[in-house]
C-alpha cells in the first residue's frame, strides 16, 4: 500500500493527511513549535518599523519524510456502469412500461415492441425443426412400404415414358417419310405448271403475230379506228347535208307545181311555161340528189365496215397483248410457287432434322431418367451411408440453432432489464416505431470519448462512482492506470474521497484552442450521497519519495548531480553540491550531499512594515515534504517540513 492510500484510509476524519500527522513524533512537534515561536519574534522585531527593510536570513532544516509531486483537474462524476439498452430489432413500441428515475429489479420488464413476425419465424423454426427431425429419421429407418410402392409406380412411369419416346420416334420418322413426299408431289405440279403456261404463252404469242399483220400493235389498230370514225363522221355529215338539199328542192318542186296548176287554171300560156321549166328543173335536180344520197349510203356503208374491221383488230390485239402479259404473270408465278417449294423443302429438311434429333433425345432422356429412377430408388432402399447420416445431423443441428435464435429473437420482443439499477432516460413513445442493434455498455469511460446515449432506456448502477477529468497534455503524459489519487466534490466540501486512475484516453480532446486528455478515475469507496453530474476536484499523485531527506525546493539550484544548496554552519554560509532527486510541490528529494538535520538558506525575500509582502503564508499553501501545510514564504524553514 502507497504512501497516499496510507493517507486516505477509510478512518479518515476529513483532515488532509491524518495517517502522516500520526506518525509525527514529539521531538519534531517541539522542533516545529521552537521555530514558528522563533519566525514571530522575528517577525513583530522587523514589523516595529513602517519601511521596508532587508530580510534577515532565512533558512530550513533538512529533514526526512515523504516528497509527493501531484496535478490536478476539474471532472464529472458519473456512474460507473451505465447501459444503453435497444430492443435487438427494430418494429413498432406496443408499451413503455417504466419512467425516468424509477429504480427496476433485474429482469423486470422495460418495453414491448410487435412480435407478430418474431411469431411467424419462431414457428416456421419449429416446422423446420420438425422436418429436419423426421427427415433424419427417415434417413435411420430407411424407406417404408407405402415409400416403395411409390417407387414402383415411379419405375413404372420412367418405363413408360421410354416407351412413349420410342413411339414418338417412330411417328417423327413416319411424318418426315409423309413431309418428303409431299414436297416432291408440290415441287413436281409447279415444274407442270411452268411448262403449261410456257405453252400457253408461246399460243398467245403467235396469234399475236398473226393479229398484227394488219396493224403492228394495238395502238395502230387504235389509231386506225379513230380515223376510221372520223371518216364516218365526215360521210354521214355530207349524207345529211344532201337529205337537206332534197328536202328543199321537194319544197321548191311542191311550190313550183303549185304555181304551174294556178298558171293553167288562169291559162297562162307564159306561167305555164316558166313553171313547167321550173317543175321539170326540181325533178332533173331531184333525180341527181337521189344518185348522190345512194352514193353517200354506201360511202357510210363502207365507212362502217372498215370501222368494224378495224376495231375486231383492235379488240384482237388488245386481247392479245392481256394474254400474253397474263401469262407473264402466270410464268412469275410459276416461278415463284417453285422457289417457294424448295424453300419449304428445306424448311421441311430443317424441321423434320430438327424433330428427328428431338425424339432421340426424348428417347435418350427417358432412358436416362429410368436409369437415374433406378439408381435413386436403389440409393434410398440401401442402408444410410456416414455422409447421409452427417448430413442429416448437420440439417438438425442447423434446424435447432434457427430455433434457439427465433425463440431469442421472439423473447428479445419485450425488453429486461439485466441488472438492478435506476433509469435515466427514456426514448420512444408508444406507437413510434423503434430502431434495433442491442444494449451496449456505457458509464465513464466510454462518455469520456464519445457523446450521448442513443438507447431506448438508459440504465445506471450508482455502485462505484467515477470521474472523468480533463488534463493538460503536459500533465496528461504523467498519468498512468492504477495511480491514486483523491477526489473532493463541491457539494461535499469536508469529504476527501480516495480513488486510482483506471485510463487516460489517447485522442485529445479541443475547446477554445485549449487541449486536454480526459482520464477516468474509479472512487475506492462508496458514498451514498454522490449523484452522476457532480463536480469534482481530482489530484493524482504522479511522484512519491518515501523516507528521503527533503529540502524545500526554492533551496535547491540546479538538479540531479548538478545541484548546489547554500548551508549555514556556526553562522557562515556554504555551497555544497548535492544530488537532486523527485521535485515535488513544494519540496525536492536529496539523494546525497547533506545530512538530517542540517540547515539550507533559503532565498531572501523583502519584508514590508504592513506585513502585505512576505511574514507567515506569503504565497501559495502547498504541501511539505512531511505532508503538513505550511506557508511559501515566512521565517523559520516553515517550509522544510518535518520528518519522522
Known amino acids: 500500500m502507497n504512501a497516499i492510500t ?25 522542533l516545529a513549535a521552537l521555530l514558528v515561536g522563533a519566525g514571530v519574534v522575528a517577525y513583530l522585531t522587523v514589523a516595529g518599523g513602517g519601511t521596508t527593510t532587508a530580510g534577515a ?10 516528497v509527493l509531486s501531484t496535478i490536478s483537474a476539474t471532472g464529472t462524476l458519473q456512474a460507473a456502469t451505465q447501459l444503453e439498452l435497444n430492443f435487438a430489432s427494430s418494429g413498432q413500441l406496443l408499451a413503455v412500461t417504466v419512467t425516468p428515475g424509477e429504480k427496476v429489479k433485474k429482469g423486470q420488464v422495460l418495453g414491448r415492441i410487435d412480435s407478430t ?13 420438425k422436418t429436419a427431425t423426421a427427415n433424419f429419421q427417415s434417413t435411420l429407418t430407411g424407406e417404408t412400404a407405402p415409400q416403395r410402392a411409390q417407387d414402383a409406380v415411379s419405375v413404372a412411369q420412367a418405363r413408360q415414358s421410354v416407351t412413349n419416346a420410342k413411339i414418338s420416334l417412330a411417328s417423327t420418322k413416319k411424318s418426315i417419310a409423309l413431309d418428303k413426299l409431299t414436297i416432291a408431289a408440290s415441287m413436281s405440279q409447279a415444274q407442270k405448271q411452268l411448262e403449261a403456261d410456257q405453252g400457253q404463252l408461246q399460243v398467245d404469242l403467235a396469234k399475236q403475230k398473226a393479229d398484227s399483220a394488219t396493224y403492228a400493235n394495238a395502238d395502230a389498230a387504235a389509231t386506225a379506228v379513230a380515223a376510221d370514225k372520223a371518216k364516218l363522221a365526215a360521210d354521214q355529215a355530207k349524207q345529211q347535208a344532201d337529205q337537206q338539199s332534197q328536202l328543199i328542192w321537194q319544197q321548191q318542186q311542191t311550190s313550183d307545181q303549185a304555181s304551174l296548176k294556178t298558171a293553167q287554171n288562169n291559162s297562162d300560156t307564159a306561167g305555164i311555161a316558166q313553171y313547167t321549166n321550173a317543175t321539170n328543173y326540181d325533178q332533173g335536180t331531184l333525180n341527181a340528189l337521189s344518185k348522190v344520197l345512194q352514193a353517200d349510203g354506201f360511202t357510210i356503208t363502207q365507212d362502217q365496215s372498215q370501222l368494224s374491221a378495224d376495231q375486231a383488230v383492235q379488240s384482237a390485239l388488245t386481247s392479245d397483248a392481256a394474254a400474253i402479259k397474263g401469262d407473264e404473270q402466270k410464268l412469275s408465278q410459276d416461278h415463284t410457287s417453285i422457289a417457294s417449294a424448295k424453300n419449304s423443302r428445306i424448311a421441311s429438311q430443317l424441321k423434320d432434322a430438327q424433330s428427328l434429333t428431338s425424339a432421340h433425345q426424348q428417347l435418350a432422356s427417358a432412358r436416362l431418367g429410368l436409369r437415374s429412377t433406378l439408381a435413386s430408388i436403389a440409393m434410398k432402399q440401401a442402408p444410410p451411408t456416414p455422409s447421409a447420416l452427417a448430413a442429416g445431423q448437420a440439417s438438425v443441428l442447423q434446424a435447432q440453432i434457427s430455433l434457439a435464435n427465433a425463440r431469442k429473437a421472439f423473447a428479445e420482443t419485450t425488453l429486461r432489464a439485466p441488472i438492478a439499477g435506476v433509469v435515466s432516460a427514456v426514448s420512444g413513445t408508444v406507437g413510434s416505431q423503434v430502431s434495433g442493434g442491442g444494449s451496449t455498455a456505457g458509464g465513464a469511460a466510454a462518455s469520456s470519448s464519445s457523446g450521448s446515449s442513443s438507447g431506448f432506456v438508459t440504465l445506471t448502477n450508482l455502485k462505484g462512482m467515477q470521474v472523468v477529468g480533463g488534463f493538460a497534455e503536459t500533465d496528461a503524459i504523467k498519468i498512468k492506470a492504477g495511480q491514486a489519487a483523491t477526489v473532493t466534490v463541491d457539494a461535499l466540501p469536508s469529504e476527501q474521497l480516495p480513488a486510482h486512475v483506471l485510463s487516460i484516453a489517447g485522442a485529445a480532446t479541443s475547446s477554445s484552442g ?17 449523484k452522476p453530474g457532480m463536480t469534482a476536484n481530482v489530484e493524482v499523485v504522479v511522484g512519491e519519495a518515501d523516507n528521503v531527506l527533503h529540502v524545500p525546493t526554492a533551496a535547491v539550484r540546479g538538479s540531479g548531480s548538478n545541484a548546489t544548496v547554500s548551508v549555514l554552519a556556526n553562522g557562515k554560509q556554504s555551497s555544497v553540491a548535492v544530488v537532486a532527486g523527485l521535485q515535488g510541490d513544494s519540496s525536492t528529494a536529496i539523494l546525497g550531499g547533506l545530512k538530517a538535520g542540517q540547515e539550507v538558506v533559503l532565498p531572501s525575500v523583502a519584508i514590508s512594515s504592513s506585513g502585505t509582502s512576505g511574514g507567515f503564508g506569503a504565497g501559495t499553501t502547498t504541501t511539505g515534504g512531511a505532508g503538513v501545510p505550511r506557508g511559501g514564504g515566512g521565517f523559520g524553514g516553515i517550509g522544510g517540513g518535518f520528518g519522522p
Not at 496510507?6 to 517541539?30: E, Y
Not at 533558512?59 to 526526512?64: E, H, N
Not at 413476425?117 to 425443426?129: G, K, N, P
Not at 485549449?514 to 462508496?526: E, G, M, P, Q, S
Open 6 to 30: 496510507d493517507r486516505l484510509s477509510s478512518g479518515s476524519t476529513g483532515r488532509r493527511w491524518p495517517g502522516l500527522l500520526a506518525r509525527v513524533g514529539v521531538v519534531n512537534g517541539l
Open 57 to 66: 536570513v532565512r533558512t530550513a532544516t533538512v529533514a526526512r519524510g515523504v
Open 117 to 129: 413476425s418474431a411469431r411467424q419465424a419462431l414457428r416456421q423454426a419449429e416446422a423446420s425443426f
Open 514 to 530: 485549449v487541449v486536454t486528455y480526459n482520464a477516468v478515475f474509479a472512487l475506492d469507496r462508496n458514498e451514498p450521497k454522490l
